[in-house]
Protein backbone atom coordinates (compact mmCIF):
# COMPACT_ATOMS: atom_id res chain seq x y z
CA UNK A 1 0.00 0.00 0.00
CA UNK A 2 3.21 2.43 0.91
CA UNK A 3 4.45 1.82 -2.79
CA UNK A 4 0.85 2.38 -4.05
CA UNK A 5 0.83 6.03 -2.13
CA UNK A 6 4.74 6.85 -3.72
CA UNK A 7 3.62 6.25 -7.45
CA UNK A 8 0.37 8.28 -6.61
CA UNK A 9 2.26 11.21 -5.14
CA UNK A 10 5.43 11.21 -8.15
CA UNK A 11 2.68 11.03 -10.41
CA UNK A 12 0.25 14.34 -9.24
CA UNK A 13 4.12 15.74 -8.45
CA UNK A 14 5.17 15.38 -12.29
CA UNK A 15 2.04 16.50 -13.49
CA UNK A 16 1.93 19.66 -11.36
CA UNK A 17 5.50 20.41 -12.52
CA UNK A 18 4.26 19.79 -16.52
CA UNK A 19 1.73 22.40 -16.07
CA UNK A 20 3.76 24.70 -14.09
CA UNK A 21 6.24 24.53 -16.80
CA UNK A 22 3.91 24.46 -19.83
CA UNK A 23 2.23 27.70 -18.05
CA UNK A 24 5.64 29.36 -17.93
CA UNK A 25 6.98 28.77 -21.13
CA UNK A 26 4.30 27.22 -23.26
CA UNK A 27 3.33 23.79 -24.69
CA UNK A 28 6.07 23.57 -27.97
CA UNK A 29 8.83 24.85 -25.25
CA UNK A 30 8.18 22.17 -22.35
CA UNK A 31 7.96 19.07 -24.91
CA UNK A 32 11.66 20.45 -26.50
CA UNK A 33 12.78 20.51 -23.02
CA UNK A 34 11.65 16.85 -22.18
CA UNK A 35 12.65 15.56 -25.44
CA UNK A 36 16.26 17.46 -24.37
CA UNK A 37 16.67 16.14 -21.05
CA UNK A 38 15.92 12.85 -22.66
CA UNK A 39 18.66 12.38 -25.16
CA UNK A 40 20.89 14.10 -22.38
CA UNK A 41 20.53 11.32 -20.25
CA UNK A 42 20.57 8.76 -22.73
CA UNK A 43 23.97 9.84 -23.85
CA UNK A 44 24.89 9.68 -20.47
CA UNK A 45 23.66 6.28 -19.71
CA UNK A 46 25.33 5.07 -21.94
CA UNK A 47 28.43 6.69 -21.09
CA UNK A 48 28.06 5.68 -17.49
CA UNK A 49 26.75 2.03 -18.60
CA UNK A 50 30.25 1.52 -20.32
CA UNK A 51 32.24 2.35 -18.11
CA UNK A 52 29.94 0.31 -15.49
CA UNK A 53 30.78 -2.85 -17.31
CA UNK A 54 34.18 -2.12 -18.04
CA UNK A 55 34.98 -1.77 -14.43
CA UNK A 56 32.68 -5.27 -13.62
CA UNK A 57 34.65 -7.16 -16.26
CA UNK A 58 37.81 -6.01 -14.98
CA UNK A 59 36.77 -6.78 -11.27
CA UNK A 60 36.27 -10.49 -12.60
CA UNK A 61 39.03 -10.56 -14.91
CA UNK A 62 40.92 -9.69 -11.05
CA UNK A 63 38.88 -12.62 -9.30
CA UNK A 64 37.58 -10.55 -6.62
CA UNK A 65 33.50 -10.25 -6.45
CA UNK A 66 32.25 -7.66 -8.87
CA UNK A 67 29.78 -6.00 -5.17
CA UNK A 68 30.24 -2.72 -6.38
CA UNK A 69 30.02 -2.87 -10.05
CA UNK A 70 26.85 -4.74 -9.79
CA UNK A 71 25.34 -2.38 -7.64
CA UNK A 72 26.21 0.65 -9.71
CA UNK A 73 24.84 -1.66 -12.65
CA UNK A 74 21.50 -1.46 -10.40
CA UNK A 75 21.94 2.22 -10.17
CA UNK A 76 22.49 3.05 -13.47
CA UNK A 77 19.72 1.18 -14.36
CA UNK A 78 17.65 3.15 -12.42
CA UNK A 79 18.60 5.75 -13.52
CA UNK A 80 18.09 4.98 -16.96
CA UNK A 81 14.25 4.04 -15.99
CA UNK A 82 13.75 7.83 -13.96
CA UNK A 83 14.67 9.63 -17.58
CA UNK A 84 12.59 7.02 -19.40
CA UNK A 85 9.57 8.50 -17.76
CA UNK A 86 8.32 11.90 -19.09
CA UNK A 87 8.79 14.54 -16.68
CA UNK A 88 10.96 16.88 -15.12
CA UNK A 89 11.24 15.83 -11.49
CA UNK A 90 11.99 12.31 -12.65
CA UNK A 91 14.68 13.61 -15.40
CA UNK A 92 16.23 15.61 -12.75
CA UNK A 93 16.45 12.63 -10.12
CA UNK A 94 17.77 10.19 -13.19
CA UNK A 95 20.06 12.88 -14.22
CA UNK A 96 21.47 13.01 -10.72
CA UNK A 97 21.98 9.70 -10.00
CA UNK A 98 23.65 9.67 -13.31
CA UNK A 99 27.04 11.54 -11.29
CA UNK A 100 29.07 9.45 -9.73
CA UNK A 101 29.79 11.18 -6.80
CA UNK A 102 26.02 11.28 -6.21
CA UNK A 103 25.81 7.86 -7.12
CA UNK A 104 29.25 6.76 -4.63
CA UNK A 105 26.62 8.35 -2.04
CA UNK A 106 23.35 6.33 -3.09
CA UNK A 107 25.45 2.97 -2.94
CA UNK A 108 27.08 3.95 0.40
CA UNK A 109 23.59 4.61 1.65
CA UNK A 110 22.16 1.25 0.74
CA UNK A 111 25.11 -0.88 1.66
CA UNK A 112 25.10 0.58 5.49
CA UNK A 113 21.38 0.03 5.43
CA UNK A 114 21.86 -3.37 3.95
CA UNK A 115 24.14 -4.41 6.78
CA UNK A 116 22.19 -3.16 9.30
CA UNK A 117 19.28 -5.12 8.07
CA UNK A 118 21.01 -8.86 7.47
CA UNK A 119 23.75 -8.86 9.92
CA UNK A 120 26.47 -12.08 8.18
CA UNK A 121 25.70 -15.05 9.33
CA UNK A 122 28.86 -16.80 9.62
CA UNK A 123 30.91 -14.96 12.23
CA UNK A 124 34.38 -15.84 13.15
CA UNK A 125 34.81 -19.85 14.62
CA UNK A 126 36.67 -23.09 14.09
CA UNK A 127 37.73 -24.35 11.18
CA UNK A 128 38.25 -27.93 11.58
CA UNK A 129 40.87 -29.49 9.10
CA UNK A 130 40.63 -32.68 7.50
CA UNK A 131 41.36 -34.50 4.71
CA UNK A 132 39.56 -36.84 1.92
CA UNK A 133 40.45 -40.57 2.08
CA UNK A 134 38.92 -43.30 -0.71
CA UNK A 135 38.03 -46.61 0.57
CA UNK A 136 38.50 -49.39 -1.71
CA UNK A 137 36.46 -51.47 0.23
CA UNK A 138 33.15 -49.22 -0.47
CA UNK A 139 31.52 -49.38 -4.34
CA UNK A 140 31.32 -45.69 -5.48
CA UNK A 141 27.59 -44.92 -6.19
CA UNK A 142 27.26 -46.41 -9.84
CA UNK A 143 28.25 -50.10 -8.54
CA UNK A 144 31.98 -50.04 -9.29
CA UNK A 145 34.99 -50.94 -6.86
CA UNK A 146 37.10 -47.61 -6.24
Known sequence: MPILLILLAATVVELSVLVAVGRAIGILATIGLLILSSLTGAILLRREGTRTLAAFVEAIRSRRPPHHELLEGMLIAAA????????????????????????????????????????????????????????????????ELR
Open 80 to 143: GVLIVLPGFVSDALGLLLLLPPLRALVRRRILRSASRRAPARFGPGAVVEGEVVDDPAHPSPRG
